[in-house]
């Protein structure tokens, strides 16, 4: 491992998520951590069932 | 899709995979895995989100649950569409999940080595540059890390 190591946790789901990303330049990997959340995001609105407007 | 079971539903092309997928491991599991099962979760209990629901919410309704019968859920591949029996839900709570975390993989592997914990559903991408794979365990603390990579 390297100190390059980034990690980032969110809630999505109704679990706990994280994610780890080795890259040399943290502004990408926040970058990153933030399209990731979005795929999840996106992927809850479209499969909840507890979501009246789910797809 | 849920509500509209009986009818010929055009689904999503993420929608329209997961579906696919979750059928295809009931066949291949012989209904172990079954996405159907989404009556009868209800049905014991489990009509709200984990956090919301209580020991007392969680009573089992003896209805009968239309599980099952994922072998009856017809496919338009040419239109990306599905026709859910009547009276047949579908939960993809647990392969959407999964599903979710392999995009955000695939994503992540453009950038660097990666991994994704998805409440426990892990989907490994690249090994990091120094290490032969993913290690598993408590790391050293001279690492300095605050978690572990795969608890």
Known sequence: MTDKMHTHDFYAMGCHMAVWLEHEDMQTAVHAFSEVESIFTDAEKMMSRFAADSE | ?151
């Open chain 2, 1 to 151: 899709m849920n509500a509209r079971a009986g009818e010929w539903v055009q689904l999503s092309p993420d929608l329209w995979a997961v579906v696919h997928q979750a059928v295809q491991m009931a066949a291949e599991t012989g209904g172990l895995f079954d996405p159907t099962l989404l009556n009868a979760l209800e049905a014991a209990g489990y009509g709200q989100t984990f956090t919301a629901i209580t020991e007392q919410t969680a009573v089992y309704t003896q209805t009968q649950p239309e599980n099952g019968r994922f072998q009856e859920i017809a496919f338009d591949d040419s239109n990306r569409a599905i026709k859910l029996p009547r009276g047949v839900r579908l939960d993809l709570g647990g392969i959407g999940k999964g599903y979710t975390a392999e995009q955000a993989v695939a994503y992540l592997n453009m950038l660097g080595p990666c991994l994704v914990d998805a409440g426990g559903d892990l989907v490994a991408g690249t090994a990091p540059r120094l290490l032969p794979g993913w290690p598993v365990g408590s790391p050293p603390s001279s690492l300095g890390w605050k978690r572990a990579a795969i608890g």
